[in-house]
């Protein structure tokens, strides 16, 4: 009998380390049957393998080969890196005014109810203004080709950031409001304890979404108002018949949109290290 109990014993300790065992490996297996990062190469490969058959069939000004296309990046990296660097430029400068300007103004809506319908008519309207009536508005009020790039970005992004930290101001708790008023603290410390902290999370967000979209209205912008950047490079390519350029181009602003991301997302993980995150199942 106690050695039934005893092998009884054995067997539920070996369980339990074979179990042990068994688990890790399982999300391991698991994680390689899903892994993110081999969706992302068969995508790639897919869409190489798609290029190279249909250059096959296709004149070269319709679809070059993967060959070509990477050709042309390699000359356009070695030849062109001024105008990379200006659509840069241009970019981060305008995204980081645009940012700072609309989390004023959604600041500004949210904390002073005097001014907040006439800049909310205001951020509302220019949301439904297209952007190329921006452009064309900017080519007539604006000589200078910076000047023009910065205003269109600006007028497009700004209503973004304004409008989501108003949300964001809405939607603090109002138990929490509360609390904090009961200290009798004064404006710049609310905003300093309690909105500050709150928003954070809301400009990381629009940054994350405004990022492609921004990246395509400098291109456009670019186009139509400067000589210099991608975008005039991408319309000298058009207007040669050079689409693997074009298409060199194109890859690089989707390369440089996944960059840009894992930056913000990068940042948003130091910044908001003190949140913890929910899983839903």
């Known amino acids: ?16 380390a074979a179990a042990g065992l068994v688990k890790p490996l399982a999300v391991m297996v698991a994680d390689r049957k899903n892994p993110e990062g081999r969706r992302d190469i068969f995508v790639v490969v897919v869409l190489l393998t798609a290029m190279e058959i249909t250059s096959r069939f296709v004149p070269d000004y319709i679809m070059p080969s993967p060959v070509a ?17 200006v659509t840069l430029v241009r970019l981060a400068v305008s995204v980081t005014i645009a940012m700072i300007t609309g989390v ?31 452009m064309l508005i900017a080519v007539f009020w604006f000589k200078n080709p ?28 109002k138990e929490l409001v509360e609390m904090i008023e009961s200290f009798r603290p004064s404006r710049w410390q609310v905003l300093r304890y309690l909105i500050l902290p709150h928003i ?12 492609g979209y921004a990246i395509r209205m400098v291109i456009f912008a670019e186009l139509v108002a400067s000589a210099i950047g991608i975008g005039a490079r991408m319309n000298l390519a058009q207007s040669t018949f050079r689409i693997d350029q074009v298409l060199a181009w194109t890859f690089f602003l989707v390369i440089l949109n996944l960059l840009l991301q894992a930056l913000v997302s990068g940042l948003e993980k130091i910044f908001l290290k003190w949140r913890a995150e929910a899983t839903v199942r």
């Open 1 to 16: 009998m106690s050695v039934a109990v005893e092998s009884d014993r054995t067997l539920s300790a070996d369980d339990r």
């Open 69 to 85: 296309v990477w050709n042309a990046a390699r000359e356009l990296f070695f030849s062109d890196p001024y105008h990379v660097a």
């Open 104 to 134: 004023l103004i959604g600041l500004a809506m949210g904390m002073f109810p005097s001014v907040r319908p006439y800049l909310k008519a205001i951020v509302v309207i220019d949301t439904g203004i297209p952007a190329l009536s921006w």
């Open 146 to 173: 910076e000047s023009r790039i910065f205003f269109i970005l600006l007028v497009i992004l700004l209503p973004f950031y304004a409008l989501n930290v108003y949300e964001g101001l809405r939607a603090l708790p």
């Open 200 to 211: 954070v999370a809301y400009i990381f967000l629009t940054t994350k979404s405004v990022i």
